[in-house]
Nanobody, 120 residues
Framework: VQLQASGGGLVQAGGFLRLSCAASGNIFSINAMAWYRQAPGKERELVAAITSGGNTNYADSVKGRFTISRDNTKNTVYLHMNSLKPEDTAFYYC???????????????WGQGTLVTVSS
């Protein structure tokens, strides 16, 4: 199983970016999917998560600005980021809880980081 993230880049404050993360490989089902971020010198933090049923939760710092969504037909999770601020600058990582074989437990997989840089 692999997670491939894309969509990072350089944007001015107040701008918009959309991140995508597609899961591929031996996938029976996907439970929760999420986005984390890690800024230089800081710990990795949860940005947003979405269950298989579509329930979402967000970090307080991004509520009202970011929206997480998923397309289960494409095994893909998205992060729509509006009104970006310089403090949103970080590497963004996707994460998914994936079942490859229904006879066994799920495992958590991580995508590679994609860099988001917000200039002031």
């Amino acid at each position: 199983v692999q997670l491939q993230a894309s969509g990072g880049g350089l944007v001015q404050a107040g701008g918009f970016l959309r991140l995508s993360c597609a899961a591929s490989g031996n996938i029976f089902s996907i439970n929760a999917m999420a986005w984390y971020r890690q800024a230089p010198g800081k710990e990795r933090e949860l940005v947003a998560a979405i269950t298989s049923g579509g329930n979402t939760n967000y970090a307080d710092s991004v509520k009202g600005r970011f929206t997480i969504s998923r397309d289960n037909t494409k095994n893909t999770v998205y992060l729509h980021m509006n009104s970006l601020k310089p403090e949103d600058t970080a590497f963004y990582y996707c994460n998914a809880d994936i079942v490859s074989d229904p006879a066994f437990r799920s495992y958590t997989y991580w995508g590679q980081g994609t860099l988001v840089t917000v200039s002031s």
